[in-house]
């Protein structure tokens, strides 16, 4: 792994999750966005950038299995403390802008909170949305959710590349129709606005 790994460990290491500048304490925003994808529960969810997000908390009991990646071993090592349901879920320490493992397995979401914006290099951002368009399968669904145009335009000490609904639309390509879009301004810990692109896409042929 590359010094990225160093970066986003020290960072998990050194901050309680409410410390984190993007922690939510529900995932509310996100569960609205999937209410409505069919058979979420027989539905296997991959997560670009789980980190220690009480999202993989509120998906467990709705899916029939989860595909938990992060750039970080130690963000996942602390969810493997919390997480109890073991046999639902998949591990992944990998960085997403390189090409995945043989051993993923087609999934039926793709839900990626606040990861893709942190790629900056084209090949990194195509390497992304390779490994989106060989992960989801026909009639899958992805929801992207970035830092807006208008939002911050560093987090974690990083630099990052915001996205607007027509250029998650442009790059994720023709065989992806948008279903629904918002934009959301996301209080912070700190008490600063944070507003988001919110995405969701669904997969309807294989290119």
């Not at 029939?64 to 591990?91: G, M, P």
């Not at 279903?179 to 700190?190: D, G, H, L, M, T």
């Amino acid at each position: 792994m590359t010094s990225t790994t160093e970066h986003w460990n020290q960072i998990f290491t050194a901050k309680a999750d409410p410390e984190l500048g993007w922690y939510e304490s529900d995932a509310a925003q996100t569960l609205k966005f999937i209410q409505d994808v069919p058979d979420l529960t027989s539905a296997t969810i991959f997560l670009p950038g789980a980190g220690t997000s009480v999202l993989v908390d509120a998906l467990l009991p709705l899916c029939r299995h989860l595909v938990l990646n992060d750039i970080s071993d130690t963000a996942l090592n602390k969810l493997k403390e919390k997480i109890k349901e073991e046999n639902k879920v998949s591990w992944l320490h990998h960085d997403i802008s390189k090409s995945l493992p043989n051993e993923v397995p087609v999934v039926d979401l793709w839900i990626d909170r606040a990861v893709l914006h942190f790629l900056l290099e084209e090949n990194q951002i195509e390497g992304y949305f390779q490994n989106l368009r060989s992960t989801v399968k026909e009639g899958g669904h992805v929801l992207l959710a970035e830092f807006a145009p208008d939002g911050a335009p560093k987090c974690a000490g990083l630099d990052l590349h915001r996205y607007s609904t027509e250029e998650m639309t442009e790059r994720i390509g023709p065989d992806f129709d948008l279903i629904q879009e918002e934009r959301y301004v996301f209080i912070n810990p700190f008490g600063d606005p944070r507003p988001y692109t919110y995405a969701l896409f669904q997969r309807t042929k294989i290119g």
